[in-house]
């Protein structure tokens, strides 16, 4: 009966065993969890945000288990935080509601919609971030930038004399602050970031504006009311200033306008409004200078025109309202220089023109309404230039007319009013001219005329009118020059005649042209070994 009892017991325990390990499951009993991974990410399941969501990561890498890494989330310690590729500075405010997502203590767009810094309840105009309390006013634009309900009324009318020189790196020195229109009465020099635009009380400076060549500006901008500079103003070896801008109210400068080695300068703009240079307008060495544009207005130079060893200059214009030049206008080794336009209103040059060693040109224009020149006209070394310049007005040249070493010349008849040339002419070395013509109306040459080596040249047909040489006639070293016959009016020669070593000519025929020719010294006629009309 006991045994019976104790057998009972025992079978009781046993169920009660299975029947518990049923419910908890094998793995409770069995399995060390660090090992399960229910979703096969690759992480434990007690290491795992969510061991059965392989698209969430584990805990070490995202720690409040919102599926952005720590090193992606603004704050992970809270699963409801913004992300830094939609919140750059996780101040909240999605990067486009945000004004300067950079910067946690900036404004939104909703409450500054130009983002100014300036809520729209108190910006007086919340389209324009150059408009909100306080900002820095530009005159006389019609604007209230600062809004304190008004624009800035300026007039440069009876300024105020600020004697002595002043050196001015772009910061406000308070000058400007009562609105007081200022004439400084020494030189400025800009150094710093080239700002003028920080003075516009600055009307006139009665010295020189001088740009440090040690400045780092990008842009030199002009005071905005500046009109008139007495002495020069020079920008100088300076590579960093890309362009010049601000001087839309300078009108006159007394002395020099240079501008040297200004490498990355582009253009010349800002001085559109410039009307009068009382000294030299000097460009040289700006290796991307374009002067298509640049002084539209400019009607008067005192001095002197330069624009030499500009390499990337590929054409001068923007000069069509210059009428005249006081001393001279060099144009030389410009390498890249194709043409010249735009001269048309120039009438007179005191000095000299010289076009020069610009191995690019092919063509130059714009010079129809000149009518003198009281120097020397120069065209040499231009190397791919095919014809001359149209001077259809041009009369007088005081000086000499200087045709020299063109090798793609071919045409010279750009001269058909010229009267008189007060020095030489030259023309020398022209490789393709075949033909000497384009001064019928020509009736002196004050000194020499001197026609030598022009290697294809074979008619001077040009001197129908020529009456008068005041010094030498040499025509010398052609090998195909076979007619001399524009010479029918000739009468005084007042020094020399050589008419030498010209291989088509006739000697005879030569010495028969000149006969009747008053000669003061020399006649010679040698190495003239052509074929004669007589048969000789």
Partial sequence: ?????????????????????????????LVDTALVDQDQDGIPADEDCDDWNAELGAVAEDADCDGTLTDADCDDADAESTVIAEDGDCDGTLTDEDCDDADAESTIIAEDSDCDGYLSDTDCNDEDASVYPGAPEVWMDGVDQ??????????????????????????????????????????????GDGDLSALPCLCSVGGNLVVDPEGLMSTLRGPPFLTAIEGDFLIQTLSSLSSIVGFEQLSRIGGELGIHDADDLVDLQGLNQLQSIGGDLHIAHNEKLDLSEGFEQLGEVGGGLYFRHNTGLKNIDGFESLQSVGYRIVMLQNEALEGIDGFGAL??????????????????????????????LEIKFNQLLEAMPEFASLQEVSGKVDIYSNQALMDLSGFPLLERIGGNLIVWYNDTLTSLQGFPLLESVGIQLNIHQNDTMERIEAFERLTHIGN??????????????????????????????NAALCESDVEALFQGVSVSATREFSGNTGACSSGE
């Fill in 347 to 376: 009438v007179s040059i005191d000095g000299t023109l010289s076009i020069t060693s610009n191995f690019a040109m092919t063509a130059i224009h714009g010079f129809g309404a000149l009518s003198s020149v009281g120097n020397d």
């Fill in 146 to 191: 600062d809004c304190d309900g008004a624009d800035v009324f300026f007039s440069c009318d009876a300024p105020a004399s600020l004697a002595g020189d002043l050196e001015f790196s772009g910061v406000d020195e308070g000058l400007c602050a009562d609105v007081q229109p200022l004439h400084l009465e020494g030189d400025l020099l800009v150094s």
């Fill in 472 to 501: 030498d006639l040499v025509i010398s070293d052609h090998a195909a020059l076979h007619s001399i016959d524009a010479f029918g009016l000739l009468e005084e020669i007042g020094d020399d005649l050589r008419i030498v070593d």
């Fill in 1 to 29: 009966m006991r045994s019976s009892f104790h057998l009972l017991a025992l079978s009781l325990v046993f169920l009660a065993c299975d029947a518990e390990s049923a419910r908890q499951g094998p793995s409770d009993l």
